[in-house]
């Protein structure tokens, strides 16, 4: 993973790109007040997922397909992850363990998303408390003001040209329920 670091191909710079909007979008703070989610590791974790999943589901809406771009997309997630559990102080076998845990939960949620955009009633709010709550009970409210944030961030998605996305622009919303000059 450590030579990865020194990839400088276009695909790299554009997953740097995207991966950067995804972070600073996870970092919004009314997430965290009135989106309900826990201000821990796990929570801004399961923030980065989310809006990973968002990028990734219109990436496959691209044609051709670009396969590479989606790798490099995860490829620097995980590096990412990685150095960040090394500054946290953990080894390498701690960091091979809890990055393995992580790529698990990674595809976990990207298919529990998926079939909650695509489920019927209740089954993104389902999604969202299982994955994104998963270590706090928020309210109702919160869960429904997410979903309801994950609908609207998909259509803008699909609304994204096709050139913008792969160059490397992608164009969040702030929260809706975000006071003034929280949003991006």
Avoid: C
């Avoid at 276009?10 to 009314?30: E, F, H, I």
């Avoid at 998963?134 to 979903?147: F, I, K, M, S």
């Avoid at 803008?156 to 006071?179: I, K």
């Amino acid at each position: 993973m450590i030579l990865s670091l020194f990839k400088r191909s276009s695909g790299a710079k554009t997953a740097r790109s995207l991966y950067g909007d995804v972070v600073r979008q996870a970092r919004q703070p009314a997430f965290y007040g009135a989106g309900g989610v826990a201000d821990t590791e796990d929570g801004r974790y399961d923030l980065i997922l989310l809006h990973m999943f968002l990028v990734l589901e219109r990436l496959n809406r691209v044609s051709p397909e670009p396969v590479q771009l989606k790798q490099d997309l995860f490829d620097v997630l995980f590096e990412d992850l990685d150095l960040n559990l090394r500054e946290m102080g953990f080894g390498d076998e701690g960091v091979r363990r809890r990055i393995q845990r992580m790529v698990e939960g990674f595809y976990g949620r990207m298919t529990a998303y998926r079939e909650g955009l695509t489920g019927g009633e209740g089954a993104l709010e389902g999604a969202l408390r299982r994955n994104l709550y998963r270590n706090v009970t928020p309210p109702d409210a919160a869960v429904g003001r997410l979903a309801g944030y994950v609908r609207a961030q998909t259509a803008s998605l699909a609304a994204l040209g096709d050139a913008d996305l792969l160059a490397g622009r992608v164009a969040f919303t702030g929260p809706e329920w975000a006071p003034e000059g929280d949003g991006q």
